[in-house]
């Protein structure tokens, strides 16, 4: 199937061009390959590569202005422009989980199709080819698009919430954003993971990270509501509660918003988000105010 980008077609013939210039493979993955097959805009551009980024990115450097920065243990580029807008550059990649929750543990794979064998779900699992003879052919081993057409967020694998926890709450966010719902093996799946205890081996870091991306949704609370049949809200606080709606304000406020509904258990909520003193003391003070409110 052929599947045109619908947004930065520029800058991904330049960054074509140039990988062709290098002999490489190059695709657009993930995100972006989802919401172009969904009729949508996609700020979330990721590169995959069939070999090393570098010089392609230091070449879109040179083209573009910006710098860039290597992450050596995940194989990967990440190439900030003038304007700061930050776009990654992957190497083919697998990965191995030493023990669940753990970070992975990066190697090179052989080709796109093993490299999407390892994404969170097959809605994010595609990738389109940005050159040679294949150019717009959309890559798909794991059937994502039928997923889209479905409304389906599905696993990989078994093992996908063991080995990374932080997919509970990535399936909520997608299901919530597109009104989505769990394919049935999947709900099973992240019911089971939640009972193990699995999301509770996640950093509060990491948790807290799932929250706010959560929070930055235009509306969280399908995927709030979803995470909380799962039981997975109790594991960031065991009284987590959220109120039936959430204005279209800044994560911060919706943030105070939650604590303030927490009453006297909204403080232990803020300060196990692991945030500076400062940003801690700021959203308590919020969501003081917010309790006072007649």
């Not at 939640?194 to 991306?213: M, Q, T």
């Not at 509306?219 to 109790?234: F, I, R, S, T, Y």
């Amino acid at each position: 199937m052929e599947l045109k980008p619908l947004n930065d077609l520029p800058l991904l013939e330049k960054a074509a061009a140039l990988a062709d210039g290098y002999g490489l493979e190059l695709y657009a993955v993930g995100g972006c390959a989802r919401d172009w097959a969904l009729g949508r805009e996609s700020s979330d551009i990721d590169f995959l590569v069939g070999g090393d980024p570098e010089p392609l990115v230091a070449a879109l450097q040179e083209a573009y202005g910006g710098g860039h920065k290597k992450f050596k243990p995940f194989l990967t580029v990440r190439f900030f422009d003038k304007n700061n807008r930050r776009l990654d550059f992957a190497r083919f990649r697998k990965e191995t989980y030493a023990a669940p929750g753990a970070l992975p543990l990066v190697s090179e794979a052989g080709s796109a199709a093993e490299d999407l064998k390892r994404r969170d779900f097959a809605c994010n699992a595609m990738a389109l080819r940005l050159n040679g003879l294949e150019k717009f052919a959309l890559l798909d081993p794991y059937g994502g698009l039928r997923d889209i057409k479905d409304g389906l967020v599905r696993v990989l694998h078994e093992k996908s919430f063991e080995d990374d926890p932080t997919r509970v709450y990535r399936a909520a966010r997608f299901a919530g954003r597109f009104g989505w719902r769990l394919e049935g093996g999947t709900l099973e799946l992240a019911l089971a993971a939640v009972k193990a205890g699995r999301p509770a081996l996640l950093s509060r870091e990491r948790l807290r990270n799932e929250l706010v991306k959560i929070l930055a949704e235009a509306d969280p609370v399908p995927a709030l509501e979803l995470l909380k049949g799962l039981g997975a809200l109790a594991v960031i606080h065991p009284a987590f509660s959220f109120p039936p709606s959430l204005a279209r304000t800044p994560v911060a406020e919706r943030l105070a918003a939650i604590a303030a509904l927490m009453g006297p258990a909204g403080g232990e909520f803020l300060a196990g988000l692991n945030l500076s003193r400062r940003e801690t003391a700021a959203l308590a003070e919020l969501a003081g105010r917010l309790r006072a409110r007649p």
